[in-house]
């Protein structure tokens, strides 16, 4: 079997002053968290902030209808990113543990969800 992955390029926002091979080096750490994603990414964005106290990296993902929100924060725009890396890569491991605690997937039949429709 052959698996498809998805690509996903993330939205970039910049606040302050910050340097093109800095954006280009936290899209290229938020595409390789993604491979970690337990289901399809349905929207990626990435804001990297300067003018916060520290250089701050937040990055905002919809894996399948669950959002997730990191940050990280480092006395360089770099660290900030590998901070920001960590932390989303294991939230997505997270979710991939707990699937329970993902979005409602509805059942087909009348519109019940999964945990509903097992209670019969």
Do not use: F
Not at 60 to 88: C, F, K, P, W, Y
Not at 98 to 103: K, L, N, S, T
Request: hydrophobic share 35%.
């Amino acid at each position: 079997m052959t698996r498809m992955d998805q690509v996903i390029d993330p939205q970039v926002h910049l606040h302050g002053t910050v340097a093109p091979e800095a954006a280009a080096y936290a899209v290229q750490k938020v595409a390789a968290a993604l491979r970690h994603a337990p289901g399809p990414v349905l929207r990626a964005s990435v804001t990297l902030d300067t003018t916060a106290p520290g250089d701050r990296v937040d990055a905002h993902v919809d894996v399948n209808g669950a959002g997730v929100h990191v940050h990280g924060i480092g006395s360089t725009m770099q660290e900030a990113t590998d901070v920001m890396q960590e932390r989303l890569r294991s939230r997505l491991h997270h979710l991939r543990r707990r699937p329970q605690q993902g979005p409602q997937i509805l059942s087909p039949e009348r519109g019940r969800t999964h945990d509903s429709a097992r209670a019969d």
